[in-house]
């Protein structure tokens, strides 16, 4: 998969240069465009042949891959090239040879990956595909339907968990339910939670899941949402302040509050005071992997309702009715096989779903020579259940086509037990290059929403919400399918999940990453974190990243770094390329520095549109293109008080016209225009500006009348700018003093960087 993956990412970076293709030299083009065909074509086979052997692409996959991440290395230093020269001043021929040279070295490694994969379609013995072609057709809308509410072996706990929240006992009560990752508990504790909810027997109800990393900030807040009392004002407020609000809205209420899969009692011990007892039958329900948990929240491990495994009655009608539906019967000749594979699912809900789902991806689910190569490869030879189960999942990836493996895979950098809304998820997958137009789709985001339809039918993704036109919204993955995917995504170089733990203030965290993605999970405060790599392209965090106080990113080639409702308060990112690189989920960041080792072409693509985030309050750029009919880009941004744009450059003469509504909070404005010949603003346009700092600015030869009526102004600063723009600088000054303003100052500096007196 990982050779798949890298292909996919050396195609990406070569149709970004051939997207360039006005600054691609004409001798070079052609390269390119035969280099990019034939990359498609390798991965197209790789496609082909992971179908026909099931994933296999044996031990040549290792070496693709390592001869496509060179061969991406050397294609992104050309597009590095093309995208950062002037073209307007041509290029040397030192230049051209370094080109070229990187060129032959990416084709060099290309021809290396196609000799493997001839080797290995000349070694390719099988004739046809292992799975017939033909299909045992009936309603799959109705069968799914039916399947995705199947509780089947649960009649006897369902009954019993009602009982305990239906009782007379007008104490609150607590409900553990215990068993191991995959035997349901989630399922029934989501069926008695529904249940009561249209009985209407209590108030007020709330879900919330705790996982592995508790952070009570974070409990606290998803119990006020659940219970639907949450307003955007809570965020501001302390931790007390939200437990007093949950304590003070459940007083006198009978509530039934769900904490779903916890994992420590300290948790327990933290939540349980937010829960008044008020003797009118409330009920806590909550789940456990772990009987010291379950049975300390119970107050006694005998009140711990322990789940069972499925029987093998149990386990092949479970099955049974996830292929065939309720309406439909299963062909006498597959019982005896159905039967054996369900035995040897260990009585596991979630491996019996997922093999279901493998059946069904099949396409051929009467085929009796695909239930027999599952049930082959399933056969129970595993000391323990968590091992069989773990063994019958991976086998489920394996299965899984070449194209949907990365996707799938990626979707394991998204925290524990989280909501994973869709379409930023099939954005990323756009952005990594995973995603290619098909005969049925030419729209990439049409192509995500099949690819993670399929992964849902092969019960591998879980549905959370969807919208009001059926289309998903939101998606969620179970923890032991999780970690499958964090297991293999490092075993197969896909990903690396680097954690940051150290408790100290002063403590700096230096990453140095071989992987071509960065998963970056903060248990811990106060870090500095740097990040120093040139082999790395994305950088993830997790959505519930805590604040440390900068994060420095020094890589030539990162296209994406992604960190949900980060609260780091400053980013510094020192880069080299800026083809995809999107801030603007980082809704906490107040400071956001980007420096670019060179200029850009003046006339390269680029979208600012949404890369600053609208929280900004200090924004420093330094040698990056931006053209100056984008102000209004950054004028928008309605926190910002710091703006410092040095050696930008645009080369075509530019008008700046300000607009009302903007730079509405700026204090500090520091910025070259060399390139602009025109600046209008009224005094309304900057309200708040108290220091103004212009840097070559020898087109303008005057400032704008709005400027010298800005009550807050109390600083000009002038460097190697336009001598009739100092006259109009030392007139502003004169006004100002006459009217009483003797704090307001003028300083000029020349172009050797001395003051000038006067």
Not at 268 to 277: A, E, G, R, V, Y
Not at 538 to 565: G, K, T
Not at 700 to 726: A, H, M, T, W
Request: glycine letters at 4%; hydrophobic letters at 40%.
């Amino acid at each position: 998969m990982a050779a798949y993956a890298a292909l996919l990412a050396l195609a990406r970076s070569l149709q970004q240069i051939l997207d360039l293709e006005q600054y691609v030299d004409p001798l070079h083009k052609e390269k390119i465009f035969s280099l990019h065909e034939k990359v498609d074509l390798i991965a197209t086979f790789l496609e082909d042949y992971s179908d026909k052997h099931h994933g296999k692409l044996d031990c040549v996959g290792n070496g693709i891959r390592k001869a496509a991440f060179e061969a991406q290395d050397f294609v992104d230093s050309y597009l590095f090239w093309v995208s950062t020269t002037d073209h307007e001043d041509g290029s040397s021929s030192s230049e051209v040879k370094n080109l070229d040279g990187d060129l032959t070295m990416a084709s060099e490694r290309i021809d290396f990956v196609w000799e493997e994969t001839m080797k290995m379609n000349n070694s390719d013995t099988t004739t046809q595909d292992i799975l017939p072609s033909e299909y045992y057709s009936f309603p799959v809308n109705d069968r799914s339907s039916t399947a995705k509410n199947l509780v089947v072996g649960f009649d006897d706990d369902l009954n019993a968990i009602k009982e305990r929240l239906y009782d007379y006992e007008a104490k609150l009560q607590i409900i553990p339910i215990f068993g191991m990752g995959g035997m349901g508990k989630t399922t029934l504790a989501r069926k008695a939670y529904e249940d009561s909810i249209l009985s209407q027997y209590f108030d007020m109800y709330a879900w919330i899941t705790v996982s592995q990393e508790y952070r009570k900030r974070e409990i606290l807040s998803g119990i006020l949402k659940s219970l639907k009392i949450y307003k955007e004002q809570y965020s501001d407020k302390s931790e007390a302040q939200l437990a007093t609000l949950v304590y003070q809205n459940l007083i006198g209420r009978r509530y039934l509050i769900v904490i779903d899969d916890i994992w420590s009692t300290k948790a327990w011990d933290d939540l349980k005071m937010l829960f008044p007892d008020d003797g009118n039958g409330s009920r806590i329900l909550l789940t456990s992997r772990i009987l010291e948990v379950a049975a300390h929240a119970g107050s006694s491990d005998t009140l711990v309702h322990r789940m069972s495994f499925l029987n093998e009655d149990q386990s092949w009608k479970l099955l049974r009715q996830r292929v065939f539906g309720q309406k439909y019967s299963c062909p006498p000749q597959l019982v005896e096989v159905g039967k054996k594979i369900a035995k040897n699912c260990g009585g596991l809900p979630l491996t019996i779903v997922v093999v279901a789902g493998l059946v069904l991806s099949s396409g051929n689910v009467m085929s009796e020579q695909v239930w027999g190569n599952i049930s082959e490869n399933i056969s129970s030879r595993e000391p323990t259940i968590a091992l069989q189960c773990s063994k019958i999942l991976c086998f489920s990836y394996d299965r899984l086509p070449l194209r949907l493996k990365p996707c799938f895979l990626y979707i394991a950098a998204f925290p524990e037990d989280s909501d994973i809304d869709v379409s930023k998820l099939i954005r990323l997958w756009v952005a990594e290059g995973f995603l290619k137009p098909n005969d049925k789709f030419k729209c990439l985001e049409d192509v995500g929403e099949g690819y993670l339809e399929d992964l849902v039918k092969r019960s591998l993704v879980l549905v959370s919400k969807k919208g009001p036109d059926g289309k998903l919204e939101t998606v969620g993955i179970h923890d032991m399918l999780r970690e499958i995917c964090i297991t293999k995504a490092e075993e197969e170089w896909f990903f690396h999940h680097h954690v940051c733990s150290k408790k100290y203030s002063s403590h700096k965290e230096f990453i140095e990453n071989p992987y071509r993605r960065l998963k970056i999970h903060i248990v811990d405060r106060c870090f500095e974190l740097n990040i120093n790599d040139s082999s790395v392209r994305s950088i993830l965090f997790d959505e519930s990243l805590i604040s440390f106080p900068s994060l420095h990113v020094r890589s030539r080639h990162v296209c994406i770094l992604d960190a949900p409702h980060a609260y780091s308060k400053n980013i510094s990112y020192v880069f080299s390329t800026f083809v995809n690189l999107r801030l603007s989920n980082l809704r906490n960041l107040e400071e956001l520095q980007i420096r670019m080792y060179y200029y850009f072409s003046t006339d390269y693509s680029m979208t600012w549109k949404h890369v600053f985030p609208m929280g900004l309050k200090k924004l420093y750029l330094e040698s990056v293109p931006f053209p100056w009919e984008n102000m209004n880009i950054i004028g928008s941004l309605p926190e910002l008080q710091v703006l410092h744009m040095t050696a930008i450059r645009v080369n075509k003469a530019s008008e700046w016209r300000t607009e009302e509504g903007q730079f509405l909070q700026l204090k500090y404005f520091h910025s070259s225009l060399n390139y602009v010949v025109k600046w209008e603003m009224e005094k309304e346009h900057f309200p708040c500006l108290e220091s103004l700092i212009l840097d070559g600015a020898i087109w303008i030869y005057k400032f704008p009348s709005g400027v010298e009526e800005i009550d807050s102004l109390q600083y000009i600063e002038l460097r190697n700018c336009n001598k009739s723009l100092v006259e109009s600088a030392k007139k502003i000054q004169r006004q100002q003093h006459e009217i009483g303003t003797d704090a307001f100052r003028v300083r000029v500096i020349d172009y050797k960087g001395k003051d000038v007196l006067f």
